[in-house]
């Protein structure tokens, strides 16, 4: 009966120890799987973010939109204001070139017989013949403000020469006294098309701040 007793009971410690045994491979290989199931979903959301910020980063369009100015100075007064309109709006920037460039004598404007009092006088003599009429990548380009002397012009034969359609045209001109007055409608005009603005006049010697402040105040490129 002893014998009986003591195998008994040794069967049931063996029992137990088995199950004990078992529960604990159990919980480990739950454990163990749990954890690295956690750590390939950590992995994949990762790889996931990783690939969506890519995507949007080369997804992300840019406003795309360009400015050019154009500018004909005579005697350094516009093209000063012009290169400050192009550093302003972080344009590019043409310069009109005559093909015959103006002398001295030519700009005398209180000489009604020099080159510049002729064309101003006379419609039919402001075909000045340029060295480019057409800036590289023109169609490009989304806005144009075209700048020159107020006494003649000589930006006539540049309006005419391109097409401005879908493209939005601000004039400038530079002067010692005189206002823009009816220029930017005649350039208008002779362009035929493009949605033109009103213009601005600048004195000869306008400081770069002033000339900035236009810019911001034309809001290029919203």
């Known amino acids: 009966m002893k014998?009986?007793?003591?195998?008994?009971?040794?069967?049931?410690?063996?029992?137990?120890?088995?199950?004990?045994?078992?529960?604990?491979?159990?919980?480990?290989?739950?454990?163990?799987?749990?954890?690295?199931?956690?750590t390939t979903a950590v992995q994949d959301t990762v790889k996931s973010t990783a690939a969506s910020d890519s995507t949007t980063a080369q997804t992300t369009p840019s406003s795309g939109k360009k400015t050019l100015v154009v500018y004909y100075s005579a005697s350094g007064s516009t093209k000063a204001v012009a290169q400050n309109?192009?550093?302003?709006?972080?344009?590019?920037i043409f310069e009109i070139t005559p093909v015959n460039p103006y002398t001295s004598d030519d700009l005398n404007w209180t000489n009604n017989n020099s080159r510049v009092s002729k064309e101003h006088n006379d419609e039919s003599l402001r075909n000045v013949e340029l060295t480019k009429v057409t800036p590289d990548n023109w169609d490009s380009y989304d806005t144009v403000l075209i700048g020159y002397p107020i006494?003649?012009?000589?930006?006539?034969?540049?309006?005419?020469g391109n097409d401005f359609t879908g493209k939005t045209v601000i004039p400038f001109c530079t002067s010692t006294s005189?206002?823009?007055g009816d220029s930017g409608?005649?350039?208008?005009?002779?362009?035929?098309?493009?949605n033109w603005q009103a213009g601005q006049r600048f004195s000869s010697g306008a400081s770069a701040s002033e000339v900035s402040k236009w810019v911001k105040s034309l809001k290029l490129g919203n």
Request: hydrophobic fraction near 45%.
């Open 3 to 38: 014998i009986k007793r003591i195998l008994s009971v040794a069967a049931t410690f063996v029992m137990a120890l088995g199950l004990f045994t078992g529960c604990g491979a159990a919980s480990t290989d739950t454990t163990t799987t749990t954890a690295n199931n956690n």
């Open 178 to 180: 005189s206002g823009l």
């Open 151 to 160: 006494w003649w012009g000589i930006a006539d034969t540049f309006v005419k």
């Open 85 to 92: 309109i192009a550093e302003s709006a972080d344009a590019d």
């Open 185 to 194: 409608t005649r350039l208008q005009k002779l362009a035929g098309t493009g």
